[in-house]
């Protein structure tokens, strides 16, 4: 099944000191959604945004979609939060506290989509059980906590194997996304990629999200051929 391509700034790289000028400048450069990340420093050895900031950039831009990556050990004492706060996609890591299936099924229950994602270190036989319970898998190819650090192709296992088994998942990277590591992504049958550093590190996010995006639909179309 053909997969449609998405590209996802990551609200984590931006400049802080001007969060809704950052917002409109994702929405503007033609983002499909943006990635919020989410952190306790209990899962990660970080903190990030709480779901204010989720309900800013729904006041900012209300017509960029807001897709919410929970790195929380647990996800599951929150989600009604983030769902108010205008998450319309909501992921939740294999490797919390919780009942994992309990927490897709009220994702759903709360309108937004549920999405797994799995850690580098997570063998992928760990999500197969929620498969049909997720719209979307997130296969990290960092470990999560920073933006900024450096790509493990070795996760592409994950997803080529994924893509093989449920072609019709949404299959996204997250962590270390560039021009060069997002077309291997693509050739490994990932069609959703978060991008952090890299893209909002540009003057011109716009020109930078478009000339990503005419290279991945080349990368893809070959691939289709092949
Ligand atoms: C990492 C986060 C990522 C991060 C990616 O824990 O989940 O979304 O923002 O940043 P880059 O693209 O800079 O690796
Ligand atoms: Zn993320």
Same mark, same amino acid.
């Given at each position: 099944?053909?997969?449609?391509?998405?590209?996802?700034?990551?609200?984590?790289? @931006?400049?802080? =000191?001007? !969060?809704?000028?950052?917002?409109?400048?994702?929405?503007?450069?033609?983002?499909?959604?943006?990635?919020?990340?989410?952190?306790? #420093?209990?899962?990660? #050895?970080?903190?990030?945004?709480?779901?204010?900031?989720?309900?800013?950039?729904?006041?900012?831009?209300?017509?960029?979609?807001?897709? +919410?990556?929970?790195?929380?050990?647990?996800?599951? !004492?929150?989600?009604?939060?983030? @769902?108010?706060?205008?998450?319309?996609?909501?992921?939740?890591? +294999?490797?919390?506290?919780?009942?994992?299936?309990? @927490?897709?099924?009220?994702?759903?229950?709360?309108?937004?989509?549920? @999405?797994?994602?799995?850690?580098?270190?997570? #063998?992928?036989?760990?999500?197969?059980?929620?498969?049909?319970?997720?719209?979307?898998?997130?296969?990290?190819?960092?470990?999560?906590?920073?933006? =900024?650090?450096?790509?493990?192709?070795?996760?592409?296992?994950?997803?080529?194997?994924?893509?093989?088994?449920?072609?019709?998942?949404?299959?996204?990277?997250?962590? =270390?996304?560039?021009?060069?590591?997002? +077309?291997?992504?693509?050739?490994?049958?990932?069609?959703?990629?978060?991008?952090?550093?890299?893209?909002?590190?540009?003057?011109?996010?716009?020109?930078?999200?478009?000339?990503?995006?005419?290279?991945?639909?080349?990368?893809?179309?070959?691939?289709?051929?092949?």
């Amino acid at each position: 099944m053909e997969k449609k391509l998405m590209i996802l700034p990551s609200l984590l790289a @931006a400049d802080y =000191g001007c !969060l809704a000028k950052e917002i409109r400048r994702a929405a503007s450069a033609g983002a499909d959604a943006l990635h919020i990340d989410i952190m306790d #420093p209990h899962f990660v #050895p970080n903190i990030s945004f709480g779901p204010d900031i989720v309900s800013l950039v729904r006041r900012v831009e209300p017509t960029l979609y807001r897709h +919410v990556h929970l790195m929380m050990s647990r996800p599951d !004492l929150y989600l009604q939060r983030f @769902a108010e706060a205008g998450a319309q996609t909501i992921q939740v890591h +294999v490797e919390a506290d919780c009942d994992i299936h309990n @927490a897709l099924r009220h994702i759903r229950e709360l309108g937004a989509k549920p @999405a797994i994602v799995l850690n580098p270190e997570t #063998p992928v036989e760990r999500i197969l059980p929620y498969l049909s319970e997720a719209d979307e898998v997130l296969v990290m190819t960092v470990h999560p906590g920073y933006g =900024g650090q450096k790509f493990m192709g070795e996760c592409l296992e994950k997803t080529r194997y994924l893509r093989k088994i449920a072609p019709h998942l949404d299959i996204m990277v997250d962590g =270390g996304v560039n021009g060069e590591t997002a +077309v291997k992504a693509v050739e490994n049958g990932v069609n959703m990629l978060v991008s952090g550093s890299f893209l909002f590190a540009k003057e011109d996010m716009r020109k930078a999200v478009e000339a990503l995006r005419n290279r991945l639909e080349t990368v893809k179309r070959e691939g289709e051929k092949a």
